[in-house]
């Protein structure tokens, strides 16, 4: 009898957890961005969804249609309006991508700090190759995390707010 063991390694990597961290303080400081880029987010995915599903549907009409495909006017007429529905579509991505991008430059502001926490994290995370003791999970640190987000000193001023957070 043979065992096969197979391990998986789920080691978060510096750039996954800086934007896993950059995504939870902008949501505490900025609930309004982080609210917004997650709809935007499900509107774009449900506008690719719609397109997918006007070309499967012209795919199956094409395939469907015996003789001349101009005799049939339901394929015509079905062409016509996914051609207007692919062009709204288009047009509202087009809007999209403008506002996501304004998101994403506010959103980059508190890079810093998310980084700077990041780095934090895998510096405690080598400690264990010091003493074993000195182990800490990905979980306590988020915690910690938010702990420094809540009792970091406020400030109205950007500038200052992310210089309290990068410091505390």
Known sequence: MCVKVALLN???TPAGLEDQLLGRLVAKERKD????KQQLTQSNAA???????????ILRMLQDAEGDILDHEDLIEYLDKSKVTSAEIKTKVEAQKETEKTIDETRNRYRPVAFRA??????ASGLAAVDPMYQYS????TQLF???????QQSDVLDTRLQNLTTY
Request: with cysteine.
């Open 33 to 36: 961005l982080e609210e917004q």
């Open 146 to 152: 938010h702990a420094c987000i809540e009792n970091a």
């Open 47 to 57: 506008m690719m969804r719609e397109l997918k599903d006007i070309q499967d549907t």
């Open 118 to 123: 990041a780095t934090l994290f895998f510096c």
């Open 10 to 12: 789920f080691f978060i």
């Open 138 to 141: 990905l979980s306590w640190f």
